[in-house]
């Protein structure tokens, strides 16, 4: 049982965009409960037995509440007219399993969207007018988007594109870089960091003059 209770605070509602991270904050809210466990159940406790103590009473009696909770976190953290599409559900799991089949996707349109994904993070490049924050706020926006399908994507990965894909007004930065550390350790925030603070250098040198 949790000590930490139970609260009718739920993540923000889903209206139907953006279900992968919606279906990551759920989980982690429901487990916040001990209550995460209850989705995948579709069946009731065992009736009580006769000579029980008081706390197995108390403790049947939340484990029958524990679905209401569910039903009521889940009801509660989606929008009216997605709710419209679960109203009929009467356990946690038929609800859940609802959503995910419609949102969610077959396994092969999941797989198209990671085709897709993939390709589109193979032909991103950084663009003149761009910053390096800019770049990299875009490159990891596509990422999240390729783990949320469920991809792992290492950080060297990522660190990879970035340097191979800078405009050649970075080239001397790169090589500076690589004469005091070994580039495929640098981690991306190190990374960004570096190249950003030569962006402010050269935007104070442009202002002095």
């Known amino acids: 049982m949790s000590s930490l209770g139970f609260s009718p605070t739920v993540p923000p509602v889903f209206n139907g965009e953006g279900y992968h991270i919606w279906v990551l904050k759920m989980k982690t809210y429901l487990q916040v409960f001990d209550l995460w466990e209850v989705v995948n159940l579709d069946v009731e406790p065992a009736p009580l037995r006769a000579n029980l103590t008081v706390a197995q009473i108390r403790q049947h009696a939340y484990e029958r509440t524990k679905k209401h909770k569910v039903m009521s976190c889940i009801q509660n953290s989606v929008s009216d007219v997605i709710f419209a599409r679960i109203m009929a559900c009467e356990l946690p799991k038929q609800?859940?399993?609802?959503?995910?089949?419609?949102?969610?996707?077959?396994?092969?349109?999941?797989?198209?969207?990671?085709?897709?994904?993939?390709?589109?993070?193979?032909?991103?490049?950084?663009?003149?007018?761009?910053?390096?924050?800019?770049?990299?706020?875009?490159?990891?926006?596509?990422?999240?988007?390729?783990?949320?399908?469920?991809?792992?994507?290492?950080?060297?990965r990522i660190v990879e594109k970035v340097i191979s894909t800078l405009p050649k007004r970075y080239g001397p930065k790169i090589s500076s870089l690589e004469d005091l550390r070994d580039l495929t350790s640098i981690s991306l925030t190190e990374l960004i960091n570096a190249l950003y603070a030569q962006e402010q250098r050269k935007a104070s040198r442009l202002e002095e003059h």
């Open 95 to 156: 609800a859940w399993d609802k959503l995910k089949e419609e949102f969610q996707g077959t396994k092969r349109k999941r797989h198209q969207q990671l085709l897709n994904l993939r390709r589109d993070f193979e032909k991103l490049k950084m663009k003149e007018e761009e910053t390096v924050k800019q770049y990299s706020d875009r490159i990891m926006a596509l990422v999240n988007s390729i783990r949320l399908l469920g991809e792992q994507f290492s950080e060297a």
